[in-house]
């Protein structure tokens, strides 16, 4: 049994983890972490939980909202990844796509936490949910991913309940309170299993040569 980590990182009182347990042909939800008490969903306000969770189970990746590589040639914040990204994205949404400047603390944090990652979980990327979630709704629904994080209605909610676990063949096997966050966490966590079991259904995004940190950054379409 492996776990694929989604982490949607922000401040002490705004993240969100959810893990993903892959068995044999089976990819399923947990109720753990961020989902603990799945009807009413808790942000991680330390990074121990995590932790402990990659110390004590086999995590084959975790993949992060937010920068985790830099480069001194990125004089703006904006890496060459988050140019290509903002060239995938149509033009009402390519201020999705922020320098890492405009983030704050929320680089160093996760910078922070996939050092303390790293010795228990060999894979350790960057993605943008939203920009996922862009990518892979059928055309006529797009428009979720413009409004979930303003306006998120329950209709929406019990549409994208069904059809993540219809699109990405998840079994959910519990009732999920979906918030922004979980939402977000769970395309993180569904990146990193692509990585190592679709990677066919990632876009890889350039990066410096001379960057450091973690990635790559790839964003989920198909």
């Known amino acids: 049994m492996f776990y694929f ?11 969100w983890v959810v893990a993903l347990k892959s068995k044999k042909d089976f990819l399923e939800l947990s109720p753990l972490l961020s989902l603990d008490f799945p009807s009413d969903p808790s942000s991680i306000k330390d990074f121990s939980p995590i932790i402990n969770f990659c110390q004590k189970n086999k ?17 703006s914040g904006f890496r060459v990844s988050d140019k290509a990204l903002k060239e995938l994205l149509p033009k009402k949404a390519k201020s999705w796509v922020v320098s890492y400047h405009t983030l704050m603390a929320v680089p160093i944090r996760a910078l922070l936490l996939s050092e303390l990652l790293s010795p228990f979980c060999g894979t350790i990327i960057e993605t943008h949910p939203r ?39 998840l079994i959910i096997n519990f009732s999920v309170k979906l918030t ?8 993180c966590a569904l990146a990193g299993y692509f990585y190592h079991k679709m990677p066919e259904k990632l876009i890889f995004l350039p990066t ?15």
């Open 131 to 169: 920009a996922s979630l862009y990518f892979c709704l059928p055309e006529d629904k797009k428009g979720l991913s413009f409004t979930y994080k303003k306006n998120f209605s329950e209709e929406d909610k019990n549409f994208l309940s069904n059809w993540i676990k219809t699109k990405f063949n």
């Open 180 to 187: 922004e966050g979980i939402l977000d966490a769970i395309m």
């Open 59 to 75: 995590v084959l990746a975790a993949a992060f909202d937010a920068p985790l590589s830099f480069s001194l040639k990125d004089k």
């Open 5 to 15: 980590l989604g982490i949607d990182i922000a401040g002490s009182k705004n993240t």
């Open 208 to 222: 410096n040569d001379n960057s450091k940190g973690f990635g790559p950054f790839v964003v989920i379409r198909f």
